[in-house]
């Protein structure tokens, strides 16, 4: 019976690039939600496309809300959108600090703000809407995400990258502190060794040259 073994995953993902390097590698990652006052702010949005060899027409659409509540409708406000292969900004109080940000494959369909002030907090919605081009039918798939998006006034960095950062010295210092305890020990020791041969050969040439030759005989009663 044969066992199965694990691969580890950056073995999987090294083979995924060399048995298809041309293709692109989709990654869904979440987006960023702390922006800084004045500063640019990326809004991600990844949709993957699983096979990218069937023509699809994306359309994408952004909508901005203040606060969304469970029992009152939303207020969305329509602040973006890409189609025909072409963007397109809405009118609104977005108007002019909005850019495209995304894929030429439109897996990755971003937008960024521009110059962000404490207006812009809110609730950003990315809605991407495909549809496949097959010769008998064209089925569609849609997918919806929210950004939750909080301003502040200066960037402040993440708690647990100082923490991380912070042990990383820790360790280094650690290491360097116990390679120069070993050190001095080395040091001594091998000191101490050749202090002791030394000795040793100092004592045999002290002998006179009559006893070298003629070692003392046992003692026998």
Known sequence: MVTPTRVPLQ???????????????????????????GKSMKLTCISCIKR???????????????????????NKTHIYKYDVDSPVESDGPFKGRLEWNGSQ??????????????????????????????????????????????????????AAALYSEIMMY???????????????????KISKSDEQALDTATNYLAIPSEQKDNPAAPVTE
């Open 170 to 188: 820790v360790l280094l210092v650690c290491l360097t502190f116990w390679l120069l305890v070993e050190m001095v020990y080395c040091y001594r």
């Open 105 to 158: 494959d439109l897996q990755d369909v971003s937008i960024r703000i521009i110059n962000v002030t404490y207006g812009d907090r809110g609730i950003y919605e990315c809605v991407v809407h495909r549809q496949f081009e097959f010769d008998s039918f064209k089925p569609s798939v849609s997918l919806t995400k929210e950004i939750k998006l909080t301003v502040k006034a200066k960037a402040t960095g993440d």
């Open 52 to 74: 990218d060899e069937i023509k699809s027409k994306t359309h994408v659409d952004w909508y901005y809300m203040p606060n969304k509540e469970k029992d009152a409708p939303p």
């Open 11 to 37: 073995t999987l993902v090294l083979l995924c690039f060399v048995v298809h390097p041309s293709r692109p590698v989709c990654v869904d990652i979440p987006s960023e939600t702390d922006a800084v006052l």
